[in-house]
């Protein structure tokens, strides 16, 4: 919907995305360059903080903020979403404290939210593609609930799970698919196609674009310019809206980049062209959307204050990180069981010798 140059230009296929794009407010518009904006902030400043020691890992969306902000507004409140471990915008959408990921990362909690306390923003999976099976079977129990399909788009409930062009080609996505596609769950499939799984690019992983594979298992899909906030928010929003109304699961395929490495571990100068991260760079999606605002009349006044609000935001996260403590080692017998066990209880007066045995200079 919108060119690199930030214009719009809507043609084709995307006119039947039109109204959901036209039904946006002013203040929705704002809110769509604010959370990108700070979220971008955000990512760096983790990773500095990776760097100078406060993390054990960090995992970069640098790029990927617009597939990631517009399908995160497209989803309602009812909606229960299950991210892989990259989703931090969406993250930020559905009302996680993002402190919580820095704390996930630092290796200071054993869950790290709790989704009935988060917009029903489910826990982060590093484990590649076992949250589509997650998504599948939480969409499954919805449908047997009764609570989807009811004609109320209000209220009906549906299903969005996050992966990665890696996870095309594990086993647990394409389970998922299956199962989606027979019991006729009211999910949407959100792959980010980032170009690299780590550092296999996607053209060795599937020879077709990767959205053609949802069909051979009966489930309609969509590319979409992931890069392009406006068609992320359009796309999703009508897919979710055919899933919630029982037309069955759908698939989007989101074309967006992973400007940084793949984790603070990767060195991704190893395997792909300087030129090639260079044209992506070019179509930064925070740039594409803030021409097209200010193409609306948005005065500098408006980015100056969104630039200031993310760096107080990335102020405040550096803040908190610095004061996080480490937890008592005792923690990780607390949620093993729900009531007390005697073999956790057994474990736990073990390891509580075992470290009064250094005495109390150790």
Not at 63 to 70: D, L, T
Not at 164 to 192: C, K, R
Not at 233 to 238: D, L, Q
Not at 344 to 361: C, H, N
Request: proline fraction near 4%; aromatic fraction near 10%.
């Amino acid at each position: 919907m919108l060119s690199t140059e930030g214009t719009m230009s809507v043609t084709g296929a995307s006119e039947e995305y039109l109204p959901y794009v036209e039904a946006l407010s002013d203040e929705q518009l704002r809110r769509f360059h604010r959370d990108m904006v700070v979220i971008r902030r955000y990512d760096v400043e983790a990773a500095n903080l990776q760097r100078q020691g406060q993390l054990a890992l960090w995992v970069p969306s640098m790029g990927q903020e617009a597939a990631q902000v517009g399908s995160g507004h497209a989803a309602k409140a009812q909606d229960h979403i299950f991210p892989a471990y990259r989703e931090h915008a969406v993250a930020m959408i559905r009302g996680v404290d993002v402190l919580d990921i820095i704390r996930l990362l630092r290796g200071v909690t054993h869950g790290g939210w709790n989704p009935a306390e988060s917009g029903n923003f489910h826990l982060y999976t590093l484990v590649i593609a076992s949250q589509t099976l997650h998504a599948t079977g939480y969409a499954m129990g919805i449908g047997f609930d009764g609570t989807t399909a009811t004609g109320d788009l209000d209220t009906d409930e549906a299903v969005l799970v996050y992966f990665g062009d890696g996870a095309m080609s594990q086993g647990d996505l394409n389970e998922a698919l299956v199962f989606a596609a027979s019991y006729q769950t009211p999910q949407v499939f959100f792959l980010q196609n980032n170009h690299w799984a780590i550092s296999v690019p996607v053209s060795v992983q599937s020879r077709v674009p990767l959205v053609q594979r949802a069909a051979g298992f009966g489930v309609p899909g969509v590319q979409v310019d992931g890069n392009d906030v406006l068609a992320s928010y359009a796309v999703t929003a009508a897919s979710l809206d055919d899933a919630r109304s029982g037309h069955g699961p759908r698939f989007v395929e989101a074309l967006t980049y992973r400007i940084g490495a793949h984790t603070s571990s990767d060195d991704p100068t190893k395997y792909r062209a300087d030129s090639e991260l260079q044209s992506w760079i070019a179509r930064d999606p925070i740039q594409r959307f803030e021409t097209y605002l200010r193409s609306r009349g948005e005065a500098d006044a408006f980015f100056a204050d969104v630039a200031t609000e993310a760096e107080d935001f990335a102020a405040d996260i550096r803040r908190r990180t610095l004061e996080l403590e480490s937890p008592a080692a005792d923690l990780i017998f607390d949620s093993v069981y729900s009531e007390p066990h005697p073999l956790t209880s057994a474990q736990s007066d073990w390891l509580s010798r075992y470290e009064s045995s250094y005495g109390e200079d150790a």
